[in-house]
């Protein structure tokens, strides 16, 4: 009799195989699908290249009017695809080339006319009308046409700043250079954040300083002529650019505004107190510790976008806010109004990389400068004045906002600077911090996402060289990065207060922490421990030959063997002492160099050591009781390191340059030194590694900003031009 609930093996077979008939069945339907799909994408993609090609076609044709064209190309952006040609710029760019060359100018100029009475029935062929308009040499006709498109635009069409600086670019290649700046003033401050919009102006403002102020590198380059009167009118964009009064204005007028309601003055009191309060604690300064000059303006800009009765919203633009409230006040001046709320809509507080040198003195009409968000790798060209440039060592980092007024980015009353280095350890805690809002709001809605970065305050990523190469984040993004930088501003000028206090963090060969000790060990048998220690290959003395015992001097405790860069490093530094202290010529050492790791001295009852650090205390202690002394000596620390000290593998040489000879010596074997901040690789190696040349090019980003601090000080500063030639990292981490 057959068991219950067992079933036949005929049966699981037969199962077995209708389980596979359907997934193949199933994998051939998806199959077929993907190619059906492909096909149709396949036939799509070639409707649309012979849709494209017939209108470069009839364009060339002399039979067809340009009416006919026209009406083909409106026929044509009917369909999805051909519109996205025909509205991409790259390619109406190619197809505007193709149509000038094969028809000619006087032809490609009407048809371009044809295409623009279209303007009302089909905007989108505007972008072919402008550049067969430009192509043909018709400047005047791509120029009305831009402006008929820009008149019809509303302020929030995304394409419409495109257009604007479309315009903009048609005025400059006229000649007409202070009409495009004009264009330039009204639609930057139509769309602030526009990019484009940014980059014309940037090179338009360049160009009038270069006529201003006439440059030799710039008498080669092709321009159209400015007149006078264009010139003129260009010089009055660039004051404008330059003028920080509207800022100056609004700032009296909001701290009046302020202090004539008791309720915002007694918050502004408490905030500001708190936020000075906050940089204290995260900068651990003392009560006499004074606080950088920097910090109070900072977070008086920082409150306008807070109020006493702030709902905890995220949107800065409303009322609860300072400049809301100043903004809505029915006494405030409508400029000032419009002002406010551009401030509290667009500020961006971030951490700016300065590109480029800035102005060359107060004395040059600055006309702007290109800075780099570190954090959320953004642009911005902003007009940062002159006193807040001066003296700025290269790639230096300022931290605080950034806000667009009258169009213009403006920096606010002040700006923290940080090194290179350290803007590396803010930006990582930034990212940090943005990364836990993230997940935290993430959490709260029900949304899965990742997990926040881990703590790299040790090694953070190079950003400095990485907002170079990466892309910038998503606008969402960005903005959400920005608002959490802001909300720990007081953090991160606590982080600047704090490292410009803290000492340099020295180090011996051994990598121990410096501490300069003076021990005595009691000891019956001085002598007696001394012949025990010379037994020890560490131990070396300057006894001569044929002295005896009780004249024995002391002892030097030798550390690790010296490589071939250190020794020869350390020569050369001898021999630049031994020049500036008149001692003569220095007799080269025989046999291979070990560095100093401490001194022993014998007395009466006693030993007397010298050392630099806890663990070499506590290793030569157990030496010396091995030989016989006593193993709990008297301490006496002190602060003067005079013993070994390992080069610094970050912040190298401080930016100054030493002695030629020594100077020259130490460039010759440093590229092949392991360096820890490489990842222990050496430059040479690291300048051919591309994750590895990152880090280089970070380094020697340092280098150059602390050989302009060192500049700025008086001091030689170090080479690292020829330090880059030497690794071929003159152009950078590209190359």
């Known amino acids: 009799m057959e068991k219950l609930g067992v079933v036949s093996p005929l049966v699981t077979k037969k199962s077995e195989r209708r389980r596979q008939k359907r997934r193949q069945d199933h994998q051939g339907a998806r199959i077929e699908v993907r190619k059906q799909r492909q096909r149709a994408v396949a036939d799509a993609v070639e409707a649309t290249r012979s849709a494209v090609r017939e209108l470069a076609d009839v364009a060339a044709s002399e039979a067809v009017s340009p009416e006919t064209f026209a009406d083909q190309v409106v026929e044509v952006l009917r369909d999805d695809l051909c519109a996205k040609v025909l509205t991409n710029d790259d390619l109406v760019s190619d197809l505007s080339e193709e149509i000038v060359e094969r028809s000619g100018a006087e032809r490609a100029a009407a048809l371009a006319e044809a295409l623009a009475g279209r303007l009302s029935e089909e905007s989108r062929v505007a972008r072919l009308a402008i550049s067969i308009s430009e192509d043909a040499g018709d400047l005047t006709q791509?120029?009305?046409?831009?402006e008929v498109v820009l008149g019809a635009a509303a302020d929030d069409d995304a394409d419409a700043g495109d257009f604007a600086a479309e315009l903009a670019q048609i005025r400059m290649a006229g000649g007409e250079l202070g009409d495009a700046l004009e264009v330039l003033d009204v639609n930057c401050t139509r769309w602030p954040g526009h990019d484009e919009l940014q980059s014309v102006r940037a090179r338009a403002l360049a160009w009038t300083v270069s006529l201003i102020w006439p440059d030799d590198r710039l008498a080669s380059m092709s321009r159209p002529e400015v007149s006078a009167e264009q010139l003129e009118k260009a010089r009055s964009f660039l004051d404008?650019?330059?003028?920080?009064?509207?800022?100056?204005?609004?700032?009296?007028?909001?701290?009046e505004f302020m202090a004539r309601d008791s309720v915002l003055r007694e918050w502004r009191e408490q905030e500001m107190a708190a936020f000075l309060s906050e940089v204290r604690q995260a900068g651990s300064l003392g009560p006499f510790d004074e606080m950088s000059s920097e910090a109070g303006p900072l977070a008086a800009e920082y409150l306008w976008l807070g109020g006493p009765d702030d709902p905890d919203t995220e949107d800065l633009a409303d009322g609860f806010t300072v400049l809301g409230r100043f903004a809505g006040a029915p006494d405030t001046a409508p400029a000032l109004a419009d002002t406010a709320r551009s401030w509290y809509r667009h500020v961006r507080y971030g951490l700016w990389q300065v590109a480029g040198e800035g102005p060359a003195s107060t004395d040059m009409p600055a006309a702007g400068v290109w800075v780099a968000d570190l954090v959320t790798r953004r642009l911005v060209y902003a007009a940062i004045p002159a006193e807040q440039l001066k003296g700025l060592p290269r790639w230096s980092v300022l931290a605080g906002p950034l806000a667009p007024l009258g169009g213009v980015w403006r920096s606010g009353e002040s700006l923290v600077v940080l090194d290179p280095a350290l803007a590396d350890r803010a930006t990582e805690a930034a990212l940090r911090v943005a990364d836990e809002v993230v997940f935290g709001l993430a959490r709260e809605h029900g949304i899965k996402a990742p997990r926040p970065r881990p703590d790299r305050s040790e090694r953070p990523r190079p950003h400095g060289v990485l907002v170079d190469v990466l892309d910038a984040m998503d606008s969402y993004q960005a903005d959400l990065t920005a608002k959490v930088l802001g909300g720990s501003l007081s953090n991160l000028v606590g982080m600047v207060e704090e490292a410009g206090r803290r000492l340099p963090a020295l180090s011996n060969t051994d990598g121990d922490p410096i501490e300069l000790i003076s021990a005595v060990f009691p000891a019956d048998d001085p002598a007696e421990v001394r012949r025990k220690l010379l037994t020890d290959e560490d131990f070396d003395s300057d006894d001569r030959p044929g002295e005896p015992d009780e004249v024995a001097g002391q002892l030097t405790w030798l550390g690790r063997q010296m490589s071939e860069a250190e020794s020869a490093n350390s020569l050369a530094q001898l021999h630049a002492e031994a020049r500036k202290r008149g001692w003569g010529p220095i007799e080269p050492?025989?046999?291979?160099?070990?560095?100093?790791?401490?001194?022993?001295?014998?007395?009466?009852?006693?030993?007397r050591v010298e050392v630099n650090s806890r663990q070499r205390l506590q290793a030569l202690s157990a030496k010396l009781s091995w030989a016989g002394a006593q193993a709990k000596p008297t301490v006496r620390s002190r602060i003067d390191p005079s013993m070994d000290l390992a080069l610094p593998g970050g912040r190298l040489r401080g930016g100054r340059a030493g002695d030629p000879e020594a100077e020259e010596t130490w460039r010759q074997h440093w590229p092949d030194e392991k360096v820890p901040a490489l990842d222990n690789a050496t430059p040479r190696a690291a300048a051919k590694a591309p994750r590895k040349r990152v880090l280089l090019e970070s380094l020697l980003r340092q280098f150059e900003h602390d050989a302009d601090s060192a500049a700025n000080e008086g001091e030689q500063p170090l080479d690292v031009d020829q330090l880059r030639a030497d690794l071929g990292m003159q152009d950078g981490v590209l190359g």
Do not use: Q
């Open 240 to 255: 404008r650019f330059n003028d920080r009064s509207l800022l100056y204005r609004l700032r009296t007028a909001v701290e």
């Open 589 to 607: 050492p025989v046999g291979p160099r070990r560095w100093l790791r401490g001194t022993v001295v014998f007395e009466a009852g006693a030993i």
């Open 142 to 146: 791509a120029g009305r046409i831009t």
